[in-house]
């Protein structure tokens, strides 16, 4: 199993080009599935839950094409097997964006069940009774739901938490549901914004979309478009969390300020000089960072996934920060690896009270989930002497060439056997 070995201590300088969101591409891979027409995404991502997702597509009969690595085209036309089993479901909750398209379009889906999941217990209930209420009858056996309609009918929907995936599966059932559907409490963050301008591209009539109202007026059909995948929000955060962490200067290209003030918010208390123009963030940091305190909420709130890796940076600032996780229970996996490594945290409840210590110094540790994985790297980057992660493939689900681009920033990163 590959694992990252980093030699700690090396400021992060120059610049980095940032791909295209994970939590966008998937869910527009999905609404391939809404057409008969070809849909071309740029700005794609080289990660292994894109090639899980396009596994996936590939076995329900979609064609898959790629002009180059970044641009996938997608033909639903031949849709014959609306199917998603446990072994990529398992590996890949974001597979429940399946359903709504499939069963909008084919009136019939069958969706294994995401099971646990290391943060937390994670539940699609949301998504099950929002496609209820638009007439669709639903069984779960044998650990898949079952969805049947022969046309989904608008409703009116309230999911009792905002949930952003759950937003995307109902959002797009509703495009080609009979009638209107509003969904209240909806999610704002951006990745839903950007697949409903894919929708409108392929004919969709979805407006409110980025505020918590969103309406959708259903049609009878979607044809093809090409859309350009927004950039990675959390790729974005994480590298700045490395420069600042590391007392670097980093040109972040290809990205957008706008998608992460929260972060730049709390980056910049901690004493990170950002400024945003276009495309481009610059950040410099000098000194030790000022400890920061903050709660994680739905967007424009400081997001979850950003949420390990500003523990790091508390790790090592000059006070005590106070970390609230609102979203997901068990969330704080992460702080174990990291007082392996020197860090004082205490963790009560949802809550993780982080006292600065001065250095970090390098050890063995275990990737546990995704962004917890990122917060190992930054840990790393910063300690004293080597930090080998175990179990990296949590961090090429969703960083692209992470090694590569940080090496290119000057930092001493290695994938071992
Ligand atoms: C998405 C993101 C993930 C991010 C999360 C929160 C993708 C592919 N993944 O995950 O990176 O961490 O948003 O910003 O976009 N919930 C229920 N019932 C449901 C659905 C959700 O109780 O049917 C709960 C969840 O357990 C969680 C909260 O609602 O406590 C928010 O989860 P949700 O927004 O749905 O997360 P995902 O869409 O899975």
Excluded: W
């Amino acid at each position: 199993m590959d694992k990252l070995l980093i030699s700690g201590g090396v400021p992060l300088n120059g610049e980095v080009r940032i791909s295209g969101a994970k939590n966008a591409a998937l869910p527009l891979m999905c609404a391939a599935l809404l057409t008969k027409d070809p849909l071309t995404l740029s700005n794609a991502p080289n990660l292994r839950d894109i090639s899980t997702m396009l596994t996936l597509l590939g076995k329900m009969g979609v064609a898959i094409s790629r002009a180059e690595r970044s641009v996938i085209s997608l033909d639903a036309r031949r849709l014959d097997n609306p199917e998603a089993p446990y072994e990529l479901v398992r590996t890949m909750r974001a597979s429940i964006l399946v359903l709504g398209p499939l069963v909008a379009r084919m009136g019939y889906a069958r969706v294994s069940l995401p099971g646990g999941c290391a943060i937390g217990q994670r539940p699609v209930d949301l998504h099950i009774k929002g496609l209820q209420a638009m007439g669709a009858t639903i069984s779960v056996e044998h650990g898949y739901i079952t969805v049947r309609a022969e046309r989904l009918r608008g409703a009116h929907l309230r999911p009792g938490l905002v949930t952003v995936t759950g937003t995307e599966n109902l959002m797009m059932a509703a495009c080609l549901a009979e009638g209107i559907t509003t969904i209240e409490n909806a999610a704002r963050e951006p990745e839903v914004v950007d697949l409903a301008a894919c929708l409108n591209a392929m004919g969709a009539r979805i407006g409110g979309a980025g505020t918590g109202v969103m309406t959708i007026e259903g049609v009878t059909a979607l044809h093809g478009a090409t859309h350009q995948i927004m950039p990675d929000r959390i790729e974005t955060g994480t590298f700045l969390a490395a420069a600042a962490a590391t007392g670097g200067e980093v040109r972040l290209v290809n990205t957008d300020g706008a998608l992460i003030e929260s972060v730049i918010a709390k980056l910049t208390q901690a004493g990170a000089k950002i400024s945003c123009r276009g495309t481009t963030i610059n950040l410099s940091m000098s000194g030790r960072p000022k400890a920061v305190s903050f709660e994680t909420a739905p967007f424009p709130e400081f997001p979850t996934d950003m949420q390990a890796q500003l523990m790091t940076l508390d790790c090592i600032a000059d006070g005590t920060g106070v970390i609230t996780e609102t979203i997901f229970e068990n969330r704080f996996m992460h702080a174990l690896e990291l007082r392996r490594l020197g860090a004082d945290i205490h963790i009560a409840g949802n809550a993780a009270t982080i006292r600065g210590v001065a250095k970090l110094s390098g050890a063995t540790v275990m990737a546990t989930d995704l962004r917890a994985s990122a917060s190992l790297v930054i840990a790393g980057l910063v300690a004293d002497g080597d930090t080998l992660i175990d179990r990296i493939y949590h961090l090429d689900r969703g960083y692209d060439a992470l090694e590569s681009k940080l090496g290119a920033l000057g930092a001493r990163v290695r994938r071992v056997q």
